[in-house]
């Protein structure tokens, strides 16, 4: 937003905002000017006072936005080069004689914390320049700085609990269903299926109803179901309540997934066993009744 001012004939000043909004990347709000003409210097005194907090505003939004798009929700998006950035001048910097580590005994802002964030921040914005600016402004380090923390304090906590093992496995688990979810949406997009068909399938193309991925099975293990199984592989566990016709769909947009599949990709994923005697717990979802057991 800018404002431009003029005297009308009775020598009132008249000022007119723009409407190009706040945006940092459209504004361009100038330093209030001393001279401005008034009748009184009360009025030069609010007018300026009005210019003082617009420009102060275009300066936050620019200072938030540079090197990171600012979210709707208002939090500050970190790139993922920044937060890269910042682990590999923590791994540096936390090798020094004279380096206090983070403390997680106590919340981030904490004085202790703060000066160890302050110090990756300086080196940060030292080795990572542009026309002698550093690429992504203080806000977006700080807020790396933050998350970065975090999940040291996760990890820690997890090392002091003793479930660490849980954590990766629980990760692998969701990657495993993020990745099948994504295959079967491309998929879906190249089946010979007719629109009305790919329509009412891609309602249920969501992790709620997506069998359930268990933990991957090095070399010779024997899974639960009594069946010794080679190399690496992982067992689905089949969803209690759905339907025969969910079954299927899926099915065959796994065979579709497969049959643009690469030998070399064929192998590197391994097998897959369906533990039909170990059905998964999860609670059946409000949607189509045909992908319900229960419902037909």
């Not at 790139?79 to 981030?108: L, N, Q």
């Not at 099948?180 to 190249?190: F, M, P, T, V």
């Amino acid at each position: 937003m800018s404002a431009n001012s003029s005297t009308s004939s009775s020598g009132m000043v008249t000022s007119t905002p723009s409407t190009s909004g706040l945006s940092s990347s459209t504004t361009n709000i100038s330093r209030p000017n001393e001279s401005i003409i008034a009748t009184s210097s009360s009025d030069r005194e609010v007018f300026g006072e009005i210019l003082n907090r617009l420009w102060a505003v275009e300066n936050l939004l620019r200072d938030q936005t540079k090197g990171g798009r600012q979210p709707k929700s208002g939090r500050v998006n970190v790139p993922r080069e920044c937060s890269a950035a910042i682990r590999e001048v923590y791994s540096v910097v936390k090798e020094r004689e004279d380096f206090t580590d983070w403390t997680f005994t106590s919340s981030f802002q904490s004085e202790e914390n703060q000066k160890v964030a302050q110090e990756i921040i300086q080196e940060v914005q030292k080795d990572y320049q542009d026309d002698g600016q550093c690429l992504w402004s203080r806000v977006v380090l700080k807020e790396s700085c933050k998350i970065y923390w975090r999940s040291l304090r996760d990890r820690n906590t997890r090392e002091r609990k003793g479930t660490t093992e849980q954590h990766r496995r629980r990760n692998k688990r969701n990657e495993l269903l993020n990745r099948k979810l994504q295959n079967r949406k491309r998929a879906l997009e190249s089946i010979s299926w007719s629109p009305r068909k790919k329509s009412k399938v891609e309602n249920i193309l969501t992790k709620d109803y997506m069998s359930s991925e268990e933990s991957e099975i090095e070399d010779t293990e024997t899974v639960d179901v009594g069946v010794s199984i080679g190399n690496k592989s992982r067992v689905v566990r089949k969803l209690a309540w759905e339907s025969e016709k969910l079954c299927r769909y899926k099915e065959r947009l796994d065979c579709q997934h497969l049959s643009q599949c690469s030998q070399k990709q064929l192998r590197a994923m391994g097998k897959v066993s369906r533990n039909d005697l170990s059905l998964s717990s999860r609670s059946c979802p409000t949607g189509p009744k045909w992908a319900v057991k229960d419902r037909l």
